[in-house]
């Protein structure tokens, strides 16, 4: 099967910067996209910013400038650097990867998976 670890977040002040990372493991073939999405409390979980192997990027308009996605095919691992925090950054942060193609012991597959979530706080 197919995991992904995330580490990184914690708290930070305002205009400060924080790392995400997010290592899918398991056999896997390939992985098409993979990204962050966030969720903050009241509010629906939203796009931050998606990757694709080739290294096209999909960034929301809220971290345009501020947030660096990339990735590490070799490894399965994708990064978020986060800068220029703003309070309105504070949120569950999420690790996504679509179209993973593995080998599930007895045939291969391709499924999207979740990351578990980490906890983004940005203090004013």
């Known amino acids: 099967q197919v995991q992904l670890v995330e580490s990184g977040g914690g708290l930070v002040q305002a205009g400060g910067s924080l790392g995400l990372s997010c290592a899918a493991s398991?056999?896997?073939?390939?992985?098409?996209?993979m990204g962050w999405y966030r969720q903050a409390p009241g509010k629906q979980r939203e796009l931050v910013a998606l990757?694709?192997?080739?290294?096209?990027?999909n960034v929301a308009d809220s971290a345009e400038g501020r947030f660096t996605i990339s990735r590490d095919n070799a490894k399965n691992t994708v990064y978020l650097k986060m800068a220029s925090l703003k309070p309105e950054d504070t949120a569950v942060y999420y690790c996504?990867?679509?179209?993973?193609?593995?080998?599930?012991?007895?045939?291969?597959?391709?499924?999207?998976?979740w990351g578990q979530g980490t906890q983004v706080t940005v203090s004013s």
């Open positions: 398991g056999t896997i073939i390939s992985i098409d996209r």
């Open positions: 996504k990867a679509e179209r993973v193609v593995y080998y599930s012991g007895s045939d291969w597959r391709s499924n999207d998976y």
């Open positions: 990757i694709t192997s080739g290294g096209g990027t």
